[in-house]
T-cell receptor
Framework: TQLLEQSPQFLSIQEGENLTVYCNSS?????LQWYRQEPGEGPVLLVT?????EVKKLKRLTFQFGDARKDSSLHITAAQPGDTGLYLC????????????FGQGTTLQVKP | NAGVTQTPKFQVLKTGQSMTLQCAQD?????MSWYRQDPGMGLRLIHY???????DQGEVPNGYNVSRSTTEDFPLRLLSAAPSQTSVYFC???????????FGSGTQLSVL
């Protein structure tokens, strides 16, 4: 069974600080997706990383896929209160089974 | 376009009652899925479908049934609700397995 471990589970920081969220597994994934979820809503896709070592930037958010495609990170620079939410990583197995595996999520609170 | 529509938004059941959570999409997506979200456990896949007439089990299928008679609709049935099924349920669609998921806004279910 493929598992994705996210850390930390909770993060409370001040506006302007930097942070990194990690998504780790012992399994290889063909691709990895990052979602953000706000209270009362469904998750919304931020980015998909496919190639080992790939780095993608979305404004102040930087996503990296590990060289071995077993882990990923999300780095936020100069966090803002609007970044507050639940961040979820989801991995796709190599056999295109349709079973995306989600991590437990990281709850981020950015205080003004 | 409405995207992915889930009904109801909230539901309270007594143990042993049955109910159907509705999911409808107007995106013409072949892939549809049901997830449950519990605190600290991320999203867990219940059932999924890669097209009309085809369904398969996810990680936590016990206690749930699905059918897919049309591309647009993918209802989730609880035949005999149990307190362990108290959760937030999300329906999601995509153009294909392991692709970007589009989520509904969720159904909050409490089983007493």
């Amino acid at each position: 069974t493929q598992l994705l471990e996210q850390s930390p589970q909770f993060l409370s920081i001040q506006e302007g600080e930097n942070l990194t969220v990690y998504c780790n597994s012992s399994s290889v994934f063909s691709s990895l997706q990052w979602y953000r979820q706000e209270p009362g809503e469904g998750p919304v896709l931020l980015v998909t990383v496919v190639t080992g070592g790939e780095v993608k930037k979305l404004k102040r958010l930087t996503f990296q896929f590990g060289d071995a495609r077993k882990d990923s990170s999300l780095h936020i620079t100069a966090a803002q209160p609007g970044d507050t939410g639940l961040y979820l990583c989801a991995g796709a197995g190599s056999s295109n089974t349709g079973k995306l595996i989600f991590g437990q999520g990281t709850t981020l609170q950015v205080k003004p | 376009n409405a995207g992915v529509t889930q009904t109801p938004k909230f539901q309270v059941l007594k143990t042993g009652q049955s109910m159907t959570l509705q999911c409808a999409q107007d995106m013409n997506h072949e892939y549809m899925s049901w997830y449950r979200q519990d605190p600290g456990m991320g999203l867990r896949l219940i059932h999924y479908s890669v097209g009309a007439g085809i369904t398969d089990q996810g990680e936590v299928p016990n206690g749930y049934n699905v059918s897919r008679s049309t591309t647009e609709d993918f209802p989730l049935r609880l035949l005999s609700a149990a307190p362990s099924q108290t959760s937030v349920y999300f329906c999601a669609t995509s153009i294909g397995p392991d692709e970007k998921l589009f989520f509904g806004s969720g159904t909050q279910l409490s089983v007493l």
